[in-house]
């Protein structure tokens, strides 16, 4: 593709945000803060803007990506046949990282969603985004603004370093306060079903709605980051206990990068080695920020400890997944 020149804009600037906004308007890509992670934007009832995301990032047309909009007032502009209980969620978890799952409206490009009959839906919960809907009226189509299958960006310098060149701008609104990407809930069938785990969980939705929620263990809709290797570094990356991975230390003939979780006296000092929160929420905002840092140490492998395997850290256990490669 041609070469883009890729500005670097300010989120704190209203002159910045003018200039993001006439290159969405115009057909431009402009990666854009969430509060989840960076997305790589563009307005998202222009077909051929929707198409150079696709290029850009690498990402085969046949996977749909999300709509970002800014209230639940828009809903009907984007889908039909909304359940009530959409509206029930929107008005306890948006702006937020919920992706709604509903029927498209026809007049949706089919290019947003891959073809498919449904769309994934949400309102971010960041500042400038929010101007940037509100003032163009617009929706934009936004997948994480990353190489297709690699690391999701949390920060703006590692979207520029990832996408200059291929992109008009990126708008830097400071690092992502969650750091993971949204729960995508399916609303088209006759069960809740949440098809990407994410911060918001099948037990808060179920105490909101009242409603049970079915998390498929494997399944084969076409959603955001449902293949199985995603969420990559290019070094290679495993996840094993503490117990294998201090016992592969010494003996590694090349730097071995480790991520734990949680600090302990047994852990040795190394450039080379990350330490963890043990907050769920504090552990994922740091998570992609962690191994994209390794990443660039250019280590023989990154080793990660796993983390709790409970329902609440089931998103970061499903990026793990993804991520790794079997030991």
Known sequence: MLTRKTQLLSAEHKDDLDVALEILLKGGLVSVPTETVYGLAANAKNSTAVKSIFTAKGRPASHPLIVHIAGADQLSEWAIDIPPVAYVLAERFWPGPLTLLLKKSPEVPSEVTAGKASIGLRVPAHSALLQLLKRGKIGVAAPSANPYKRLSPTSASQVYAELQGKIDAVL????????????????????????????????????????????????????????????????????????????????????????????????????????????????????????????????????????????????????????????
């Not at 808060?204 to 929620?213: D, H, K, W």
């Not at 998390?215 to 070094?235: F, K, L, S």
């Not at 190394?270 to 330490?275: A, G, L, W």
């Not at 962690?290 to 990660?304: K, P, V």
Request: net charge negative.
């Open 172 to 327: 830097d609104g400071g690092p992502c306060e969650v750091g993971l990407e949204s729960t995508i809930l399916d609303l088209t069938g006759e069960q809740l079903s949440i098809l990407r785990e994410g911060p918001i969980t099948a037990q808060q939705i179920a105490e909101l709605t009242g409603f049970s929620v079915n998390i498929p263990v494997a399944h084969d809709i076409a959603v955001p980051g449902n293949v199985a290797e995603h969420y990559q570094p290019r070094t290679p990356l495993y996840v094993g206990t503490r117990e294998q991975i201090l016992a592969r230390l010494p003996n590694a003939n090349e730097p071995v990068a480790c991520v734990f979780y949680v600090d302990t006296a047994q852990i040795p000092v190394s450039p080379y080695i990350r330490c963890l929160p043990e907050s769920k929420p504090a552990y994922a905002q740091a998570l992609y920020d962690t191994l994209y840092r390794l990443d660039h140490l250019h280590a023989s492998a990154i080793w990660i400890e796993q983390p709790p395997q409970t329902a609440q850290w089931g998103d970061v256990n499903d990026r793990l997944r993804r991520a790794a490669l079997p030991i």
